[in-house]
């Protein structure tokens, strides 16, 4: 499975050294309002995930792999087995979500960087800090989400408190990818992109 770009999913870093790591949706509005979630409380969903996939001692990251790879992998692992026991999202939320992703590849495809930009996460936009630099980042790492042939939805999944929108995409030259957008509610009530990575496609996508 192919990684996300470090930049994007960089929103999900550990906090400055000497903070206490947090848990994402706990009450630290600042952090919060970034989009980050510590590299201590990744590990912990990815060991509780490992657990329940793998048996006991079983791991998805492995050395040097770093949390993020291990993330993107756990999220896709979620597909192949039970997701963990949460309330799933509504139909309210996931007609919100599908309307921001399919905004927000609709922008890509007529090169709208300043519309797509508005979808993102504050914490993705606090990265990249400019429409260009976010745009620049999606034609060099994204290009089958920069220039889509067609699109559909497929499964959507409550992940521990992160939210995971699983899109079919097709790419102009006939290719395709298995996209896992990580979905963030803001305090408004709206939905932005905190994440996306691409994987290959599955044989059957569900």
Known sequence: MASAPAAWAAARQPPPAGRAPIRA???DGSCRARGIVSATDIQVRLDRIDSTRFGAGGRIMRGALGILTGVWLALAALWAGPAL???PPSDTDRAQIR???SRQLEAFRRDDGETAFSFAAPGIKSIFGTVDNFMAMVRNGYQPVHRWQSFAFRDIRAVEDW???KVH???PDGSAVTAFYIMEKQPDGTWR???CS???PEERST
């Open 85 to 87: 026991a949460i309330e």
């Open 198 to 200: 691409l994987a290959a």
């Open 193 to 195: 992109i905190a994440g």
């Open 163 to 165: 939210v995971v929108q």
């Open 169 to 171: 995409i097709e790419a």
């Open 25 to 27: 949706g706990a009450s």
């Open 99 to 101: 309307d921001i992703i």
